[in-house]
């Protein structure tokens, strides 16, 4: 019953930035911690960050650590993935999912809802 969608993606230059966000939505929807994962074709899934229900705590991949940034406005049950000096191999889609755990998770299948995705594609 939590509904997740995915905007913001596109394309981008190498050494570019770029902000996805994600709406979430359903009962108790506020409650849940929320995650950002990718895919690249031939690839799998791939943890990028996560964020507590509070916007509290985050963590990143070390892929991305340093690079991208996680937040949360907890009131509009809104989060962001703001992306900085993108890469070509940041190329994928970009996944919201949210945990019904209160703990932070990167695992994909520890995520019980997931929205459609955003393509982002960084060019050379």
């Known amino acids: 019953q939590v509904q997740l969608v995915e905007s913001g993606g596109g394309v981008v230059q190498t050494g570019g930035s770029l902000r996805v966000s994600c709406a979430a939505s359903?009962?108790?929807?506020?409650?849940?911690?929320l995650g950002w994962f990718r895919r690249a074709p031939g690839k799998a899934t791939e943890f990028v960050a996560a964020?507590?229900?509070?916007?509290?705590?985050?963590e990143y991949a070390d892929s991305v650590k340093g690079r991208f940034t996680i937040s949360r406005d907890s009131s509009k049950n809104i989060v962001y993935l703001d992306m900085n000096s993108l890469r070509p191999e940041d190329t994928a889609v970009y996944y919201c999912?949210?945990?019904?755990?209160?703990?932070?998770?990167?695992?994909?299948?520890?995520?019980?809802?997931w929205g459609q995705g955003t393509q982002v594609t960084v060019s050379s």
């Open positions: 964020i507590t229900p509070s916007g509290s705590t985050t």
């Open positions: 999912a949210s945990s019904s755990y209160y703990t932070l998770q990167t695992t994909p299948d520890n995520y019980d809802a």
């Open positions: 359903g009962r108790a929807s506020s409650r849940f911690a």
